[in-house]
Antibody, heavy 127, light 108 residues
Framework: EVQLVESGGGLVQPGESLRLSCATS????????LNWVRQAPGKGLEWVSY?????????YYADSVKGRFTISRDNAKSSLHLQMNSLRDEDTAVYYC???????????????????WGQGALVTVSS | EIVLTQSPGTLSLSPGERATLSCRAS???????LVWYQQKPGQAPRLLIY???SRATGIPDRFSGSGSGTDFTLTISRLEPEDFAVYYC??????????FGQGTKLEI
């Protein structure tokens, strides 16, 4: 059974840092790309960051977090991380990790979607 | 940046009725990259439809997706009580890599 479990959320003050983790099981972790998606209270979904699978660990970020957040993965421990620095009030949200899957032929991929999600970790930035 | 606009914002229907949810893109989107999710209160999103029209594993056949170019539709043929939730469309692009629509709340 595929499982993703986030941890590391909490209450921090503006300007502080926090590191989220996503522990996974039930699949070959290194074969899959992963994402962080967040949801502010009462709001919609916002994609935050992407990291590619083993051998293609490209990273991408939403403009709203670029330069402040860093995504990383530990293939040996099947875990995903999000280092969040210089946090702002508007970063308050539930943060989900999500597995990214696609049908690929060489470098051409299609039918890209997030097929498994964690339950989320709440990050609150407030003074 | 491609913007996805979902309509209506809220859709009020009864069990047994047909629901039609719209997702309109500001530029043409490959059907291969258009996805629909369902989210219930307090839960993570759940994958429903990918490639604009392919149902994810375990999704009942009352859910169907269609569309191309800039106009995409999620249809629920006969609403069940458990279908009342918020629905999001999503697309894969270049920058940003992914965008979501703002969601449609389907309420009784």
């Amino acid at each position: 059974e595929v499982q993703l479990v986030e941890s590391g959320g909490g209450l921090v003050q503006p300007g502080e840092s926090l590191r989220l983790s996503c522990a996974t099981s039930g699949f070959t972790f290194s074969d899959y790309a992963l994402n962080w998606v967040r949801q502010a209270p009462g709001k919609g979904l916002e994609w935050v960051s992407y990291i590619g699978p083993r051998g293609r660990s490209a990273t991408y970020y939403a403009d709203s977090v670029k330069g402040r957040f860093t995504i990383s993965r530990d293939n040996a421990k099947s875990s995903l991380h999000l280092q969040m620095n210089s946090l702002r009030d508007e970063d308050t949200a539930v943060y989900y990790c999500a597995r990214d899957i696609a049908s690929c032929s060489g470098d051409n991929c299609y039918e890209i979607r997030f097929d498994y999600w964690g339950q989320g970790a709440l990050v609150t930035v407030s003074s | 940046e491609i913007v996805l606009t979902q309509s209506p914002g809220t859709l009020s229907l009864s069990p047994g009725e047909r629901a039609t949810l719209s997702c309109r893109a500001s530029q043409s989107v490959s059907s291969s990259y258009l996805v629909w999710y369902q989210q219930k209160p307090g839960q993570a999103p759940r994958l429903l439809i990918y490639g604009a029209s392919s149902r994810a594993t375990g999704i009942p056949d009352r859910f169907s997706g269609s569309g191309s170019g800039t106009d995409f539709t999620l249809t629920i043929s006969r609403l069940e009580p458990e279908d009342f939730a918020v629905y999001y469309c999503q697309q894969f692009g270049s920058s940003p890599r992914y965008t979501f629509g703002q969601g449609t709340k389907l309420e009784i």
